[in-house]
Nanobody, 118 residues
Framework: QVQLVESGGGLVQAGGSLRLACAAS????????MGWFRQAPGKEREFVAH????????FYANSVKGRFTISRDNAKNTVYLQMNSLKPEDTAVYYC???????????WGQGTQVTVSS
C-alpha cells in the first residue's frame, strides 16, 4: 500500500525547533489529506495536525496551534511538520498518516522520536 517514512526527530532543548518530514511512496498515493499524530509514553495517540492535499489547508490541535506548521510538497509526496517553541510535553513518537475519502487514516509511518528536554 502507501508507505510512509518519517524523519527529523531527535533531542532538543525546550524552546528549540525541529522539522519533521514524512516521505510517501507507492503507486496508490492519492491522499485527500495527510496528518501528523503523536503518542507520548502512557498516553493515547493524539491528533497534531493535518493538511488537505489539493488546497493545502492546514488544521491544528489547540495544543500546538501557533507553534507548529504543517506543509506539503505535492511534487515530492512529502509532508512536513515544523515545530517551534517546543515544550517537554511535546515529547512523543510522531507518526504521519495517510487519508483518502473512506479510508480513515489507513496507512501509517513507523514513527520518529521527538524528545524535548527541560
Amino acid at each position: 500500500q502507501v508507505q510512509l517514512v518519517e524523519s527529523g526527530g531527535g533531542l532538543v532543548q525546550a524552546g528549540g525547533s525541529l522539522r519533521l518530514a514524512c516521505a510517501a511512496s507507492g503507486r496508490t498515493f492519492n491522499p485527500t489529506s495527510m496528518g501528523w499524530f503523536r503518542q507520548a509514553p502512557g498516553k493515547e495517540r493524539e491528533f497534531v495536525a493535518h493538511i488537505t492535499w489539493r488546497a493545502g489547508a492546514p488544521f491544528y490541535a489547540n495544543s500546538v496551534k501557533g507553534r507548529f506548521t504543517i506543509s506539503r510538497d505535492n511534487a515530492k509526496n512529502t509532508v512536513y511538520l515544523q515545530m517551534n517553541s517546543l515544550k517537554p510535553e511535546d515529547t512523543a513518537v510522531y507518526y504521519c498518516a495517510y487519508n483518502r475519502f473512506g479510508s480513515n487514516w489507513s496507512d501509517w509511518g513507523q514513527g520518529t522520536q521527538v524528545t524535548v528536554s527541560s
